[in-house]
């Protein structure tokens, strides 16, 4: 246990964020007694070895994939594994299978929150690029536990939303240039945090529920109050999460979503049914269409001009539909920029 950190840094990227997490962890000085731990949101099931490949030719010290039950240790640095949500507790790794968050397993809000509960002022939580407002419930939940929260500078990152969400969101303690990340938290480690305060109980809540593969309603009620909303996910009612810089919410199961990511994939549900529909509705065409020559053959005239007359339109129908699905598409794109 020689080797415990006193302090985490907790790093979260997403779209654009790989070249900016390459860049900073160049600029990471060896020897602070500093852990880092990394998510980025990448979905292939491969790119973590990628990332671990591609951060360790940018650093002199130890990079790799999260394991669970591994004990922290200063100097290094910790990547998330694809599809498992990265906590830190006790001093050691844990890798949680719980429901997503804002759409994504890992989740940087989980990673944050964690953070803020286990190491309080001595956690420092970076934000890189990345689009909408993924990583500022947990950069708040960190700010109000006593740690320090830095962005990247909007202005330089590829996608500043991410960015951007926290700086409008909260007061942090700085906006900085990639190439500035090594000194800062070189001297901000450097600093006397006086005595650890503890994290607020909601944020140890919520914490506590990201390590569950499920939770109950009993837990969420704890921490929200039920919304009219469902989850786009699973069903079930969410509800709106209490005591949050952001609007956010949050299903019995675990799904969690603050506002925009909710707006964006109830669209993509919405998607998703409809194309549903729309092959249902074709081989609806085609059977009526088979009906229709089949009672022409036979000399069922009438019969045949009726499934004539609803495959024309169930055409028309599916014309419409297409139509919708189009224009659908085109909106949720624009919601995500």
Known sequence: MANQPRFIVVIGASAGGLNALAELVQTLP?????????????????????VVHRLS?????????????????????????????LLVKSGKI?????????????????????AAVAYTSNAIGIILSGMLDDGTSGMWAIKRSGGTCIV???????????PLSVVNNMDVDYVIELDETGPLIARITALDRGVPTSAPQDVVLESQIAEKTAVGIDDVEQIG??????????????????GDIINRYRCHIGHSYTERDLVVKQA?????????????MEERKHLL??????????????????HLERKNEMEK?????????????????????
């Open 57 to 85: 030719k940018s650093t002199a010290m130890e990079c790799s994939m999260a394991i669970n039950g591994t004990l922290i240790e200063a100097g290094h640095i910790y990547v998330a594994p694809p599809n498992q949500h």
């Open 225 to 242: 109050d039920k919304s009219v909303f469902a989850c786009p996910d699973c069903g079930g009612n969410l509800w709106t999460v209490k």
């Open 268 to 280: 993509e549900t919405a998607s998703t049914t409809l194309w549903v529909a729309l092959r249902m």
């Open 94 to 114: 844990l890798l949680g299978s719980g429901p997503q968050e804002n759409r994504f397993r890992p989740s940087i809000d989980v990673l944050f929150r964690s």
């Open 289 to 306: 269409r088979k009906l229709e020559i089949e009672y022409s053959n036979k000399g069922y005239t009438s019969l045949s001009l009726d």
């Open 317 to 337: 129908h599916i014309d419409t539909l297409k139509i919708i699905l189009s224009e659908l598409q085109n909106h949720d794109t624009a919601l995500l920029f």
């Open 30 to 50: 060896t020897g602070l007694d500093v852990a880092y731990c990394i998510v980025l949101h990448l979905s292939r099931k491969g790119i973590g070895d990628f």
């Open 152 to 162: 990247q500078d909007p202005n330089q990152a590829e996608y500043p939303d991410m």
